[in-house]
C-alpha cells in the first residue's frame, strides 16, 4: 500500500490545497489592513479583522535558512530521506518553511510554487529564481508530479484507437517502460507490430473484464506501475447501455 505524505490541515490551510489545485501561489490579504498572513489563519496577524482574502501574491524570496532532514517520524518522508527543507523570507512580507530543491542556493533568490503532495493537499516548495536545465528531474520535486520521464506506466488497452498513440507518447517523453495491455493475445490487430517496435514498450495478458486476468497482473506489476491510463472502453454490466460493451474491453 503506497504511504501518502500527512494530510492534516485546518480549515484555514486548506485555502492553500484550492490555490495548489488551481497553480497558483496564493496567500490569505488583510481587506483592512491589507497584510499578507503566514501560516493561514482565521484573523489577521497584525489587527485581528476576520476579513482575509485569498490573493495570488508575489512568490519572489529568499533561501535564508536549509537544512537536510536525514530521519523523520513520519513513514512517507523516512522513506525518502534524506529531504532538504528550508525557511524562505518572501519579498511581500511572511516567511515560511518549505521543501526547497536541490539546485537553490544558501542565500539565494528563489520562487516559491504551491503543488498539490500526493495526499492531495498544497504544499510549499522552493525553486531557484532562474529556469536550470532539467529543474524537474529533481527527487523532491517529482514527489509532485506526474512527468511520464523515468515513471512506469500502464495502458490497459493496447489494442483500442489510442493505444498506440500514448504508448508512443510515453515512450518519447523517456517513460522507464511502459507496460501496454492486451485482452485475446490469439486475436490478431493491425498495430501490433508497431507497438512492439517501440522502445521500452512491453506487451502484458490483460483482460479488465476479467477478475483473475487483472489480479494475476497485479501480482507481477501492481505495485511497479507509477500511472495507470485505464483507456479500456469497459462499461459495466446492469447500466442502461448493458448488452455490447464487453467487446470493447477486449
Ligand atoms: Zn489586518
Redesign the pocket.
Known sequence: VPVVPPDTRSRAALGLSVAAARGRFMLQV?K??S?IQYPPRDA?S??L?VGLDWQVVSSRGRLVAETVVRTSTHVYFRERAPWRVGTVQLDCGPSMICHVHGDCVPQGNVHIINRLDKSGHGVLFAVPEKEMPAMEDDPQLRELTCSPKFRRILITDARSESGLALAKAFSGADAAIVFAGEAESWRHWPERENLQRLDNVELVPLDVSDTQSVEELCGEIGGKVDILVNNARFVRPGGVIDGGDLIFAQ
Open positions: 488583510c483592512e489592513c497584510a489577521c497584525s489587527c479583522s
